[in-house]
């Protein structure tokens, strides 16, 4: 499948992975002098109308984005800004503005970052669960990345921090993140061939994601069909540990990401997980409801890995990936042994969707087996 020799003339100036994920957009890149480009931020944004004097005073950190007109803030500390657009959704999220929104402001921040000029040549690759690949938002993710002016479709001018950001996108990838999990470890960077294994090898992926959580088989590179997606994810942890707080504190509202800082970096059994609301509030553990949430989602997802494998035996590895994975591992082996969590096990499928991008660049360079 994929290529050792590199050749010149890329169609393409520079390869863009992104995951406009429901709870957290991840980026992968790489620079003009080699270096790999990583970007985690909130998905979502917020009017510049709704930050008040505080962007003014330089307190938080954020970027202003002018989209036909109209006025948007993005950046590390949007969480904190009021009226929060979130990207999240399921059915129909790929076609809604906020979607083709979020969407132009990352591709925006991006080509500033990485000093993309308006005539360099860019390919975006991103993905869908497993259960979209074959379906019309595929071509609804392709558009929204696309976008049009007129009948220039690709185009994109976005005013960054009051300077002129054009750019253009000649080529929009949609890929399966299961897939492109499996294709993250077969290639390398550069999108050769790096570990050849894979071509033979059955490989489970379970990914846990915000909204949904995918059981797929990949063998010999290919997404076998038949499995599923479960209609729970994270999320479902986060509105557990919600309802423990307000509990506490009816009428106080705390957002995923507040309790994403808290959770994050530890999942071990022994921790503790505490939220205060404020320094003269008393605080809150909520560390049952933690684990109560994650063993309702982990029951579903148990049920669906046991209806659809009935024999695993021939499975070559099991991936567990997904910026939660860990809270989840001790479930999943309890009826599946030897589950790999890679180190990337966050950012997997960009890395994935990255290094096919790379791959399809290669091959259209000349390169060959």
Not at 2 to 8: C, G, V
Not at 37 to 50: E, H, M, T, V
Not at 196 to 216: P, R, W
Request: charged content about 30%; hydrophobic content about 35%; glycine content about 8%.
């Amino acid at each position: 499948m994929a290529t050792r020799k590199k050749k010149k003339n890329s169609e393409y100036d520079k390869v863009i992975g992104i995951d406009l994920g429901n709870g957290l957009i991840k980026v992968r890149s790489v620079t003009d002098d080699g270096e790999a480009y990583k970007l985690n931020l909130p998905s979502g944004f917020s009017y510049l109308k709704d930050v008040g004097d505080t962007l003014n005073n330089s307190t938080l950190d954020l970027d202003v984005y002018e989209i036909d007109g109209v006025e948007y803030v993005w950046g590390e500390d949007i969480t904190k800004v009021s009226n929060f657009k979130s990207t999240y959704g399921h059915e129909n999220r790929y076609k809604t503005e906020a979607y083709k929104i979020m969407a132009q402001i990352v591709m925006a921040r991006v080509v500033r970052d990485l000093e993309i000029g308006p005539y360099d040549r860019i390919m975006i690759v991103t993905g869908v669960p497993s259960n979209e690949t074959d379906s019309e938002r595929v071509d609804d993710i392709a558009l929204a990345f696309y976008g049009a002016n007129d009948d220039n479709v690709g185009f994109h001018k976005v005013v960054v921090n009051e300077e002129d950001c054009v750019f253009k996108v000649v080529h929009v990838e949609v890929t399966g993140q299961a897939l492109a999990t499996v294709l993250g470890r077969y290639l390398s960077e550069d999108g050769y061939v790096e570990n050849e294994e894979y071509e033979s090898m059955k490989v489970a992926v379970i990914d846990i994601g915000a909204g949904t959580s995918d059981i797929d088989i990949v063998k010999s590179l290919r997404r076998l069909n038949g499995y599923d997606s479960v209609p729970k994810g994270f999320r479902d942890v986060y509105e557990s540990i919600r309802s423990c707080i307000q509990s506490y504190y009816p009428s106080h509202k705390v957002t995923d990401y507040e309790l994403l800082d808290i959770l994050k970096g530890t999942s071990s059994s022994d921790a503790r997980y505490i939220y205060k609301p404020s320094k003269r509030k008393k605080e809150v553990d909520f560390t049952k409801a933690l684990y109560d949430g994650v063993n309702e989602v982990a029951m579903d997802i148990q049920q669906t890995i046991m209806s659809k494998w009935k024999d695993h035996t021939d499975l070559d590895e099991v991936l567990l990936v997904g910026g939660s994975a860990e809270f989840f591992s001790e479930h999943l082996e309890e009826i599946i042994d030897g589950i790999t969590i890679p180190d990337n096990n966050g950012d997997s499928d960009v890395e994935g969707y990255f290094r096919v991008g790379m791959y399809i660049a290669n091959v259209l360079k000349g390169g060959d087996e």
